[in-house]
């Protein structure tokens, strides 16, 4: 009987290391949701300037307009600048920050996780 009393405990929990496990990985993938939602929208603010000054540069180049031309080769450039920046932040984003990943989800209440996933 102790034997039977102790796998229902295990069992019991294994099962509630498996919901934990599960809420972390959803808790996780909203995360990665909501940050690449972010990381879209300020990739596409420097591509737009730059496709709306190559098209202005293109203009005021057939208008023979070399000042008009220039600052929007300057935008161009700036907003490459910017864009780079960017990429360079997020490919700078390495995961040896998985520790305080670690750390955040340990400090984690499961408990209003996912009561919060319930209400979604």
């Not at 102790?2 to 069992?11: D, G, Y």
């Not at 990665?32 to 202005?56: C, D, G, Y």
């Not at 161009?76 to 520790?99: C, G, Q, R, Y």
């Amino acid at each position: 009987m102790k034997k039977t009393l102790h796998n229902t405990l295990a069992e019991g929990s294994s099962s509630q290391e498996r919901l934990q496990s599960l809420v972390r990985s959803q808790y996780l993938n909203e995360l990665k949701s909501k940050f690449i939602n972010s990381v879209s929208h300020e990739f596409r603010t420097p591509m737009a300037v730059i496709q709306s000054a190559i098209i202005l540069a293109r203009h005021y180049h057939k208008a023979n307009q070399p000042d008009k031309v220039d600052k929007y080769l300057t935008e161009i450039e700036e907003s490459m600048v910017h864009l780079n920046a960017l990429i360079e932040e997020v490919a700078t984003l390495n995961f040896e920050d998985e520790e305080v990943i670690k750390n955040i989800l340990e400090d984690l209440d499961m408990h209003v996780i996912a009561g919060q996933l319930k209400q979604k």
